[in-house]
């Protein structure tokens, strides 16, 4: 009898750098080297039952992503936990299990939001007043245009307003600042942090290299009548 199985894991160190791609293969070594049997699709080309949620970035830290799993193994979560951080890289660790049994909604079509955090030299030492104040009045804007490429690499305005629920100063130094943010994370609608983090700096003055920013997600989010949940 096969066992479905919802994982919170983490993202951090070194394996910040590797790719969703990546992360998909790696799963399939651990879980073979933790003596755990997967579940597979029938059909021509078999392929073990894992469902990703929305694919993190490279190079951003995380300690809310989740994977769907289905075993054959009868293990309890705990063992399943204990067996695969013990083969897991430093770096990477299942934190949270939960086994399914049915009816819950999927990751990759349910998850809307994901938790930011921006962190980011505050270089030209501004206030901790003028900082709230400039992220006021972004989220006070009616729009907020910012042009990108779409899927056939032409440039198009968009809107990026709707994709930002919410926007505040979270910590504050003379030397750095940390901005959090709840953007939209889903396959319907996505704010990638590479269009956001520019906008961010404009509106805050701070002149520094988009690619200074160090991001970390924090948690992925449902949204269940009004509110967000998480998918654990």
Do not use: C
């Amino acid at each position: 009898m096969s066992k479905k199985i919802r994982v919170k894991f983490i993202k951090t160190k070194d394996m910040i750098y590797i790719s969703h791609l990546d992360v998909q293969r790696l799963l399939q070594r651990v879980f073979r080297r933790a003596g755990i049997e997967l579940s597979f699709s029938q059909g021509f080309n078999p392929h073990p039952k894992i469902t990703y949620g929305n694919a993190l970035a490279l190079g951003v830290e995380s300690y809310g992503e989740y994977v769907d799993i289905e075993i054959e193994a009868d293990l309890s979560t705990d063992e399943v936990k204990e067996r695969v951080n013990a083969q897991l890289p430093d770096g990477m660790a299942f934190v949270k299990l939960v086994e399914l049994v049915g009816g819950e909604r999927n990751l990759a079509s349910s998850i809307e939001y994901g938790d930011y955090e921006f962190s980011l030299e505050n270089v030209d030492k501004i206030s901790s007043q003028d900082m709230s104040d400039r992220l006021d009045q972004l989220m006070a804007m009616e729009s907020i245009m910012m042009t990108k490429k779409n899927k056939k690499g032409k440039l198009v305005d968009i809107d990026i307003k709707p994709l930002i629920k919410t926007l505040s100063l979270l910590d504050y130094s003379e030397d750095r600042l940390v901005v959090s943010a709840i953007l939209a994370t889903g396959s319907k609608h996505n704010l990638n942090t590479n269009i956001f983090i520019p906008k961010l700096l404009e509106v805050l003055g701070i002149g520094i290299d988009p690619l200074d920013v160090d991001i970390k997600r924090n948690d992925l989010y449902f949204k269940q009548d009004g509110v967000l949940v998480s998918p654990l």
